[in-house]
């Protein structure tokens, strides 16, 4: 699942919703704001549930001089930011998935497509995710008025310079890819060091294109048909309503806050995975301040 825009904006509402939060101690939420750019890796990194309490577990007995510590600091906010992606990824992925499946059977995609029936289901998964991120980046970020993205995010770019320029940009990564050539196999391990290397390294297959192209017209009926306003993003849900209030600059109640992420409070993926994460930092928290031996559970 790409999604890159859901999982940062599970975390950036979640850390929002906890700054303040006494569930939540000061310490875990300064870290998610003051190296939010570090959790956001984290948000984006998989297998949380193994490497995740292994860094809350190894930096808990260094919490006395965590706030002189900007290395621990950073450690910590990539282990919270890895939360936010078990609590996108664990809701998330099951919703795309029985959408995809709905997708792949239907004959009017092989027709519109073409493609055998896996490669239909790979292109199906991909639109949900432009169409979910999309929806996102303008509810949660305001169409890029709000950080980190800008405006520019997703406006076309047809013109000649446009496209030389993307091509430019495109080539200096390339470039800096280059720089991180040289691997070290490990020579005593070698088959499983191959097959960690494969296994973590994903290709670069999302399609920027298609995301410019959902964003300046997405289809009414592909915005049914993915259950975009619905199964995915119910603006009705109490934890979207006050991740919206707070994102105004409204103070969060934490007796809203409390029902707003109780069992079976919100109906859509987006609401049921920002409460999980709500939770989830509050279980980190009662972890870290020893009020629980419990690390968070982030199995999938």
Request: net charge neutral.
């Amino acid at each position: 699942m790409s999604d890159l825009i859901v999982h940062w904006a599970v975390f950036d509402d979640c850390r929002m919703l906890v700054t303040g939060d006494t569930s939540v101690d000061p310490a875990i939420s300064s870290c998610m704001n003051d190296h939010a750019d570090i959790a956001r890796l984290g948000a984006l990194s998989r297998g949380g549930n193994t490497w995740a309490g292994h860094i809350l577990h190894g930096l808990r007995e260094k919490k006395a001089t965590l706030s002189a510590d900007t290395h621990s600091r950073r450690k910590l906010a990539y282990a919270l930011g890895g939360i936010a992606h078990y609590a996108a990824d664990v809701v998330m992925k099951p919703i795309m998935r029985k959408l995809a499946r709905a997708d792949w059977n239907a004959a009017h995609h092989a027709m519109e497509k073409g493609l055998a029936g896996d490669e239909r289901k790979k292109v199906s998964v991909r639109e949900i995710s432009a169409y979910y991120d999309t929806h996102v980046f303008r509810k949660v970020y305001a169409d890029g008025a709000r950080g980190p993205f800008d405006a520019f995010m997703f406006k076309p770019n047809d013109g000649v310079a446009g496209k030389t320029l993307e091509s430019f940009v495109r080539s200096l990564f390339q470039r800096s890819l280059l720089l991180c050539h040289t691997l070290s196999p490990d020579t005593q391990d070698f088959d499983g060091w191959l097959d960690r290397l494969i296994d973590t390294v994903q290709p670069l297959y999302l399609d920027i294109e298609q995301y410019c192209r959902v964003y300046a017209d997405p289809k009414p009926e592909k915005m049914q048909a993915y259950e975009v306003a619905t199964t995915f993003y119910n603006e009705a849900d109490p934890a979207i309503t006050v991740a919206a209030q707070a994102r105004g600059g409204l103070p969060v109640d934490r007796g809203r806050l409390d029902a707003a992420v109780s069992d079976g409070a919100n109906t859509g993926g987006y609401g049921r995975a920002l409460a999980l994460a709500i939770v989830r930092i509050r279980e980190a928290s009662a972890f870290w301040t020893g009020r629980s031996d419990a690390l968070p559970d982030l199995k999938q």
